[in-house]
């Protein structure tokens, strides 16, 4: 019986044909483009919250053009505290709470670090033991109703102030806010995209804002109940 070969086109014999290797499946070719117009629909997508973030983060402190019923001042942040006995002091309100105080700061710590506010650490502020900014908003409700106020100044740092506004703002939906960013001499002086720890900061704190959207809004009512 005669011996028959199979060309391979590239002169061996013996071997079967293997040029029909088989292409990827039509399904498979759409699978791996939706992939990636999905994950560059994603990326432009974040990177465009960014941007939207970074605009919305206030440059430099304000000026207030209104009182208040309370000041709420947030702690974590350099020259937090200071500033918000500053307003508290200039009658910009009528109490101070320190939100997330840690468990030794009291009144006596506060008057020892700015003994020319003595006399307004005494009697004017509170504080509690909140340890993240939901805390931080579900103790302000608390306070806030407890004394009945409408308004309320929010003192924390520049990049926190838009997660503190929106978690605040979700607990006291009928209560005015007023934001007093507080921004640092480094901030001002320096770029956020010219140094790595400040941009991390910055990605960080846009990623923790929506994440705190994304919860406010699969919980919409949790600003209508009333704390006890």
Known sequence: MPTVEFNTGNGAAGMPRSSERSAPSPLLRRLGW???????????????????????????????????????????????????????????????????????????EISRLNPDFE???????????????????VETKRWAESRGFRSLIIVTSNYHMPRALAEIAHQLPDVVLVPFPVVTDRQRTERWWGHWATTRLMFIEYVKYVFAKVRVALNPDAGNRRTS
Request: with cysteine; hydrophobic share 45%; aromatic share 8%.
């Open 119 to 137: 006399r307004w650490v005494r009697c004017c502020v509170d504080f509690d033991r909140s340890l993240n900014t939901l805390g931080n908003a």
């Open 34 to 108: 939706s992939t990636f117009v999905l994950c560059a629909s994603a990326a432009l997508l974040i990177g465009l919250g960014f941007v939207w973030f970074i605009r919305h983060v206030p440059a430099e402190e304000v000026s207030l053009d209104r009182d208040a019923d309370g000041i709420v001042a947030l702690t974590g942040g350099a020259s937090r505290i200071a500033d918000a006995i500053e307003l508290l002091a200039s009658g910009r309100g009528k109490r101070l709470l320190i939100s997330g105080a840690y468990r030794a700061t009291n009144s006596s």
